[in-house]
């Protein structure tokens, strides 16, 4: 019996693999799909793109471990039955609750998988996500080097260049500066060049001119120069840091901290708690998402005609699960003291695979024989 628990789990371990890299690839692309479109038209290089989608793989991950444990109980729990491996190791004399024990390992393992993500993984990639939005955010480079589109890089500038060489030369600048009250300065150039210095970039332009308009006395004049150095370390405002997220705080100063996380932050503590404790749902989601599609599928027993009643059951009771804890998070969110109620999926879960291997154990009992009565005839 050993040996066929390792033969299930390694089977489901294999399946799982199988449907969580399809599932995270579906997940991954599209986001990536997003991103590529976000980033790329801000004036990012592939290699930013990159980054950020591998940032976020922890988080995609997350999300789909249960549903690809789910569907791996499901799969293997059908083809075990319909090659009659299910019943001939019950004809030997095992129950369904013995039976369960490699989908209960398998479950606990996937268990451990999605806590170092909760806790650990999805908080630090996060952070580091945010971290590198924010960096990029202040980019010069990216924020301004895009050919024929007129930027406004802050309030009452615009930038306009119509072609950028291979050699970094920026071709017919256009640069319009209004910052200044009652006064306004347009900047033409032939070419210009971007550098970089101590003091911050500064954008060097040759054969142009700079037209300044007084708004008070509607005056206008006009200066030619050979070259122009003009100073657009302020023209990319990063603003203040950005205070911390309840999504990349550690899971501890959010238990022993609520009250003080939730002002910081700006959120409610029962947004805090509702954090914290679906760290903790999670996994145990990814412990009885499996048992939920094993037990309803051998609760169904042997048929020639398949399975698929049950397998449409087992999707149809995970579906009731998740509406469950979609239910139970508003409700937290809005009362901390709630909080109790984040486990109740979990919860409900268990007591469906309690149900259905209890009845798969009761029907799976040979009826009993009467003894004849005192007296009756032999």
Do not use: C
Not at 52 to 76: C, N, Q, R
Not at 150 to 164: D, E, K, M, W
Not at 300 to 316: E, N
């Amino acid at each position: 019996m050993q040996r066929f628990d390792r033969y299930v789990l390694s089977q489901l371990m294999v399946l799982f693999g199988f449907f969580a890299l399809v599932l995270v690839s579906v997940y991954w692309v599209n986001r990536a799909v997003i991103l590529f479109d976000r980033l790329v038209s801000d004036g990012h290089t592939a290699g930013v793109v990159l980054e950020f989608t591998a940032l976020s793989l922890p988080a995609v991950i997350a999300l789909v471990l249960p549903m690809a444990g789910f569907a791996a109980a499901v799969y293997v729990t059908n083809r075990l039955s319909g090659d009659s491996e299910l019943t001939v190791v019950k004809a030997t004399g095992f129950s369904p609750w013995r039976l369960a024990r490699p989908v209960l390992a398998f479950g606990l393992i996937l268990g451990l998988i999605l806590s170092i993500l909760t806790h650990v993984l999805v908080p630090k990639s996060i952070e580091q996500l945010r971290l590198r939005e924010q960096e990029i955010a202040g980019s010069i480079s990216a924020r301004l080097l895009r050919e024929g589109a007129f930027l406004h890089p802050t309030r009452g500038v615009t930038f306009y260049i119509r072609a950028i060489t291979t050699e970094g030369e920026l071709q017919d600048v256009f640069l319009t500066d209004a910052r200044q009250a009652g006064r306004e300065t347009t900047y033409t150039a032939e070419r210009a060049y971007l550098l970089r210095d101590d003091d911050g970039p500064k954008l060097v332009m040759l054969s142009g001119m700079a037209q300044t308009v007084d708004r008070e006395t509607g005056s206008l004049s006009t200066t030619n120069f050979a070259d122009l150095t003009y100073d657009i370390s302020g023209l990319i405002t990063t603003g203040p840091a950005k205070r911390r997220r309840v999504e990349y705080i550690g899971t501890p100063e959010l238990l022993m901290r609520t009250y003080q996380v939730a002002e910081e932050i700006g959120d409610t503590p029962g947004e805090v708690l509702e954090e914290a404790h679906m760290r903790f749902q999670l996994p145990l989601l990814a412990l009885i998402a499996p048992l939920i599609g094993f037990s309803t599928l051998i609760a169904g027993g042997f048929s020639r005609f398949g399975v698929t009643k049950q397998i449409v059951l087992a999707i149809f009771l995970l579906v009731l699960v998740k509406l469950v804890e979609s239910g139970v998070t508003g409700q937290v969110k809005d009362n901390g003291a709630l909080w109790p109620l984040i486990y109740l999926p979990s919860l409900f879960g268990a007591a469906i695979a309690t149900a259905f291997l209890w009845h798969a154990s009761r029907s799976g009992r040979p009826a009993r024989r009467h003894a004849p009565a005192e007296g009756s005839a032999a």
